[in-house]
């Protein structure tokens, strides 16, 4: 292999000799306060992905709201159209914070690494701050879901030093996108 097809990345390497598959992502900002308008984190991840060649399937803005976050959710798993859904917001310990209290009902499988993982980059970046927060990953019928603080930085910090690497086919020893065909298998249940 040449020198160039290799390219550093955390925790493994970049093949750039191997074909690049975009996944289909979707953007759910929970937030009492933004609109599509005034939503920096989201507009941020949408821009990141997009940048990285992946496909935005749809942008919502939803209330701090249980149900109205699972009802977001829901549709977009059943309607299949997006292999992986990146939130952001409601991930802290206020009381309006209920993201995880939505999602984790709906998972068939939790992804305890995602949050150790945001845990250890976090803290390079706020210290003992990242304490206040929830980050969750894990599949709802085969779609990733992935669950980010609010803010700008951790969303940067979760697309940029996390999540981009795994949605990356070309990552290797290995990804998360090389598995999507085999994520439903043996499922038997639907999301609650």
Not at 41 to 66: E, I, M, P, T
Not at 76 to 84: E, G, K, P, R, T
Request: with cysteine; net charge negative; aromatic share 4%.
């Amino acid at each position: 292999m040449s020198p160039d097809a290799v390219t550093l990345s955390p925790g493994g390497e970049l093949r750039e000799d191997l074909p690049f598959k975009p996944v289909r992502i979707a953007v759910v900002t929970v937030s009492d306060t933004r609109t599509l308008e005034t939503d920096t984190s989201g507009a941020l991840l949408a821009k990141r992905l997009q940048a990285d060649g992946h496909l935005l399937a749809d942008r919502f803005v939803v209330k701090d709201d249980v149900e109205q976050i699972r009802a977001v959710v829901r549709r977009l798993v059943d309607s299949n159209v997006a292999d992986a859904i990146l939130t952001t917001g409601g991930t802290g310990l206020t009381g309006r914070d209920v993201t995880p209290e939505a999602i984790e009902p709906l998972l068939d499988k939790r992804m305890e690494g995602f949050s150790t993982i945001f845990h250890l980059v976090s803290y390079e970046m706020v210290g003992l701050s990242t304490l206040q927060s929830r980050a969750l990953a894990g599949l709802i019928k085969g779609v990733i879901v992935f669950c980010m603080p609010g803010s700008n930085g951790a969303c940067k910090d979760g697309w940029d030093k996390i999540i981009r690497w795994q949605l990356d086919s070309r990552h290797m020893p290995c990804n998360m996108v090389e598995l999507m065909p085999r994520f439903n298998e043996h499922l038997t249940h639907d999301c609650t």
